[in-house]
């Protein structure tokens, strides 16, 4: 790990994940990249180029992918992983992590969250605020669970899979990946099928 952090994305999502790396204190600097040449600084943190520049920085930099879209996400961290980045996962201190909870590398989690033991979390999530996510759940690649969301034991979430605010997924189901779950949905069964779900009991939007 080097002793410098680059996140790319400076905008609302980036600005709480350089606020968790600040907590964890693990860094002696910390910039930010983005696309928008207007802004030159955020939370106090300087923007030092756009996010097409962020390989030259490799070699000096930890980098952290703060772009809330599952998709460009993926396309970004997968580029820069390619070309050899040391792509960091941030949590912040304030989230309770139980026993052997496995995190592959770029995901965040929030403050607030509960994430039980055995739980495993995939490649570039996002474990937003006051999230729970249970005993041996499977969290694949490019998940986003929003803020207030609660997954219940041995769920697995398929990637690239949006659960939105308030969301609630009982115990021992599948939802398969690149779905939208709805805010307040209550999954209750199996999600089988890509697509975007809503309501209690959660449906398919036709």
């Known amino acids: 790990m080097k002793n410098k952090l680059l996140i790319i994305g400076a905008s609302g999502h980036g600005k709480v994940c350089a606020d968790i790396a600040l907590k964890m204190n693990r860094w002696e600097t910390i910039a930010f990249l983005d696309d928008d040449e207007s802004v030159k600084s955020s939370m106090g943190i300087e923007v030092i180029g756009k996010s097409i520049g962020a390989i030259s920085y490799l070699n000096e930099y930890d980098i952290f992918v703060g772009v809330g879209n599952n998709s460009t996400r993926q396309k970004i961290m ?10 960091v996962t941030l ?20 403050a607030g969250v509960v994430i039980n033991s055995c739980t495993k979390i995939g490649k570039g999530c996002i474990i937003n605020t006051g999230a729970t996510v249970d005993h041996d759940n499977l969290i694949g690649a ?4 929003s803020p207030g969301a609660h997954l219940a034991g041995k769920v697995k979430v398929g990637n690239g899979t949006w659960l939105g605010i308030g969301s609630i997924v009982i115990n021992n189901l599948n939802i398969s990946s690149g779905c ?8 209750v069964d199996n999600i089988l099928d890509a ?3 809503i309501g209690t009991p959660a449906r398919k939007m036709k």
């Open 91 to 110: 949590i912040h201190p304030k989230a309770i992590i139980g026993e052997n909870v496995e995190f592959d590398y770029g995901t965040v989690v929030m």
């Open 180 to 187: 939208i779950i709805g805010a307040g949905a209550v999954v």
């Open 142 to 145: 490019f998940v986003h669970i």
């Open 195 to 197: 697509g975007t779900y």
């Open 78 to 87: 997968e580029k820069l992983k390619d070309a050899g980045a040391s792509i």
